[in-house]
């Protein structure tokens, strides 16, 4: 351990830090999908790494913290850390003292500012646009319980949940364990609201079985969604972390990734593309494996298995592999997450095609080493797509407006269901331990923020057509290279 902790991130995922990344798409067959290279690295990273998060309250190891609000001199906002009863936890109960309103324009020395929030902002209207007419009534709402894990109501400015299953692991109370840090980031500014979440990984919405004006699907919330359904799109529990696989909140893996992705030059990095993770999980990685190289042939492309404890993502480990400064060669996705619809082929990433993966590869990394400059910038700029458009504040202002946006079409009273729980910090997190605690801990908002959310740009489907346009238009334009390449190079032979 203390070995590990002198290393980066990098120096485990990859040995020799390479250029560029291979990301497969999720899962396409029926077993459940691994979470590809990440899950085993972040494993190792935070054996090590988490030792030496300073800021880390020591009183979080020792399990149970009093304290009170504190109040700092410079005009900050008081802190509101966890308090959790000594004694019997199922008796815990929720502290009455938090704000329910914060105005940060009260706060001279860190005015509130208006920014205009990233253009994937405009995917809310887009996901939202099946209701715009017709509005979502309880009835609407009541047909998605079906598969929903839970109802999350907001009254007051108080979040609620009715629980209807047991998720897989414990997404279901990271995902609330975010609602309510956003409750908490923004006391009072979000409307009264119901909905319905599924924790599971598909969508099963389909748009087919619900055409025509009276056709009234139900908004259902989940973490993933594709081209042919009407799931709504909400960013997955990882954000406050992944306990399972040891992968930690959003925030500070971001610092992490930040300072390993400074150790090893782009141009010092293995020319070759690279891919960790377990093929047996869906076809379209098992035909993967054949771009291996091989002593008959060198795909430029360096493929190793890792299979480990079961992962299940389909998109979670996505984010962190664009972080990573290296070119993402992104074979042709069918599920999408709330951000990726903003990235574009050849801008954020390098398109695979997906019915001649080894020749697509070859000519992707001999480009990218002929013209370094372009795939070092392609690496670079989904990394800061990731760094400054994903932020956790970010992630935060998507959600709020995507509630927001949500709760405008609702054409009825939310009312809290008898038997609902109410979501507070300590009834969540107190009676949990190990690193379930510690990354509720480590995510948790201590105080109102000093800035309001973004502005959500109104409603333009222009933009999200022109944005489908140039992904479109540029995955041909690579399209076009490579039968080019290809066709001269057996011209040659
Ligand atoms: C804690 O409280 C619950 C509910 O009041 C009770 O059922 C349980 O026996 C108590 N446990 C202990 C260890 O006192
Ligand atoms: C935002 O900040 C900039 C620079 O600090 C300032 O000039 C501008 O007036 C601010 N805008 C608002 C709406 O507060
Ligand atoms: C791919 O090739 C490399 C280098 O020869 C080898 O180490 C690796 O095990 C191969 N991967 C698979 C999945 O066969
Ligand atoms: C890379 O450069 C070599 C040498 O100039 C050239 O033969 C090859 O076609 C180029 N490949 C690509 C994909 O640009
Ligand atoms: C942590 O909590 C789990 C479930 O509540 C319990 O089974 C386990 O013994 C606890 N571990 C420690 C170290 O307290």
Same mark, same amino acid.
């Given at each position: 351990?203390?070995?590990?902790?002198? %290393?980066?991130?990098?120096?485990?995922?990859?040995?020799?830090?390479?250029?560029?990344?291979?990301?497969?798409?999720?899962?396409?067959?029926?077993?459940?999908?691994?979470?590809?290279?990440?899950?085993?690295?972040?494993?190792?990273?935070?054996?090590?790494?988490?030792?030496?998060?300073?800021?880390?309250?020591?009183?979080?190891?020792?399990? +149970?913290?009093?304290?009170?609000?504190?109040?700092?001199?410079?005009?900050?906002?008081?802190?509101?850390?966890?308090? &959790?009863?000594?004694?019997?936890?199922?008796?815990?109960?929720?502290?009455?003292?938090?704000?329910?309103?914060?105005?940060? !324009?009260?706060?001279?020395?860190?005015? /509130?500012?208006?920014? !205009?929030?990233?253009?994937?902002?405009? =995917?809310?209207?887009?996901?939202?646009?099946?209701?715009?007419? !017709?509005? +979502? !009534?309880?009835?609407?709402?009541?047909?998605?319980?079906?598969?929903?894990?839970?109802?999350?109501?907001? #009254?007051?400015?108080?979040?609620?949940?009715?629980?209807?299953?047991?998720?897989?692991?414990?997404?279901?109370?990271?995902?609330?364990?975010?609602?309510?840090?956003?409750?908490?980031?923004?006391?009072?500014?979000?409307?009264?609201?119901?909905?319905?979440?599924?924790?599971?990984?598909?969508?099963?919405?389909?748009?087919?079985?619900?055409r025509g004006p009276n056709a009234a699907p139900p908004p259902l919330f989940r973490y993933c969604s594709d081209w042919h359904s009407l799931d709504i799109v909400f960013p997955d529990w990882s954000f406050?972390?992944?306990?399972?696989?040891? +992968?930690?909140? =959003?925030?500070?893996?971001?610092?992490?990734?930040?300072?390993?992705?400074?150790?090893? %030059?782009?141009?010092?990095?293995?020319p070759y593309a690279y891919w960790r993770g377990n093929p047996w999980v869906s076809p379209v990685r098992q035909d993967l494996l054949k771009c291996n190289v091989s002593d008959q042939n060198d795909w430029?492309?360096?493929?190793?298995?890792?299979?480990?404890?079961?992962?299940?993502?389909?998109?979670?480990?996505?984010?962190?592999?664009?972080?990573?400064?290296?070119?993402?060669?992104?074979?042709?996705?069918?599920?999408?997450?709330?951000?990726?619809?903003?990235?574009?082929?050849?801008?954020?990433?390098?398109?695979?095609?997906?019915?001649?993966?080894?020749?697509?590869?070859?000519?992707?990394?001999? =480009?990218?080493?002929?013209?370094?400059?372009?795939?070092?910038?392609?690496?670079?700029?989904?990394?800061?797509? +990731?760094?400054?458009?994903?932020?956790?504040?970010?992630?935060?202002?998507?959600?709020?407006?995507?509630?927001?946006?949500?709760?405008?079409?609702? %054409?009825?009273?939310?009312?809290?269901?008898?038997?609902?729980?109410?979501? &507070?910090?300590?009834?969540?997190?107190?009676?949990?331990?190990?690193?379930?605690?510690?990354?509720?801990?480590?995510?948790? #908002?201590?105080?109102?923020?000093?800035?309001?959310?973004?502005?959500?740009?109104?409603?333009?489907? /222009? #933009?999200?057509?022109?944005?489908?346009?140039?992904?479109?238009? /540029?995955?041909?334009?690579?399209?076009?290279?490579?039968?080019?390449y290809w066709e001269n190079l057996n011209k040659k032979q």
């Open positions: 351990m203390k070995k590990n902790k002198e %290393k980066s991130a990098h120096d485990v995922w990859y040995s020799g830090f390479e250029r560029y990344f291979i990301k497969p798409p999720w899962r396409s067959g029926n077993k459940r999908d691994a979470a590809t290279v990440l899950v085993v690295f972040f494993f190792f990273l935070f054996l090590g790494a988490l030792l030496f998060v300073g800021w880390f309250d020591a009183s979080v190891f020792r399990g +149970i913290s009093i304290q009170k609000p504190t109040v700092t001199p410079t005009r900050m906002p008081p802190k509101f850390p966890l308090k &959790c009863t000594t004694g019997n936890l199922t008796q815990q109960t929720c502290p009455k003292n938090y704000p329910t309103k914060h105005n940060p !324009t009260t706060n001279p020395d860190r005015p /509130s500012n208006l920014t !205009t929030c990233p253009s994937y902002f405009q =995917w809310i209207h887009d996901d939202l646009r099946h209701w715009r007419e !017709t509005g +979502i !009534t309880r009835d609407m709402i009541e047909r998605g319980r079906k598969t929903a894990h839970f109802r999350l109501v907001i #009254v007051n400015g108080k979040g609620y949940v009715e629980r209807y299953r047991k998720s897989i692991q414990t997404r279901d109370m990271f995902t609330l364990w975010g609602i309510l840090q956003l409750l908490r980031r923004y006391p009072g500014k979000l409307p009264d609201l119901e909905l319905m979440f599924d924790c599971d990984d598909r969508p099963v919405i389909p748009s087919k079985n619900f406050w972390g992944w306990a399972e696989t040891n +992968i930690r909140p =959003w925030k500070n893996l971001l610092t992490d990734i930040k300072k390993g992705n400074s150790r090893t %030059k782009w141009k010092d990095r293995t430029n492309t360096r493929l190793y298995i890792q299979i480990y404890i079961e992962g299940w993502a389909w998109s979670v480990s996505e984010k962190y592999i664009l972080a990573c400064d290296s070119m993402t060669m992104y074979v042709t996705p069918r599920y999408h997450d709330f951000f990726i619809r903003g990235m574009v082929p050849l801008q954020h990433y390098w398109p695979i095609r997906d019915n001649s993966k080894c020749t697509s590869l070859k000519f992707a990394v001999e =480009w990218g080493n002929n013209h370094t400059e372009e795939a070092q910038a392609i690496g670079e700029a989904a990394s800061k797509f +990731i760094h400054e458009d994903m932020k956790i504040d970010y992630v935060y202002d998507y959600i709020f407006h995507l509630l927001n946006e949500y709760a405008k079409l609702l %054409k009825f009273k939310p009312t809290i269901p008898p038997g609902a729980e109410e979501l &507070c910090p300590e009834t969540m997190a107190c009676p949990t331990n190990g690193t379930h605690r510690k990354f509720l801990e480590e995510s948790m #908002v201590l105080s109102p923020s000093d800035t309001i959310p973004c502005t959500l740009p109104p409603n333009d489907p /222009s #933009v999200l057509r022109n944005l489908l346009d140039r992904k479109v238009k /540029s995955t041909k334009q690579v399209e076009m290279w490579e039968n080019e």
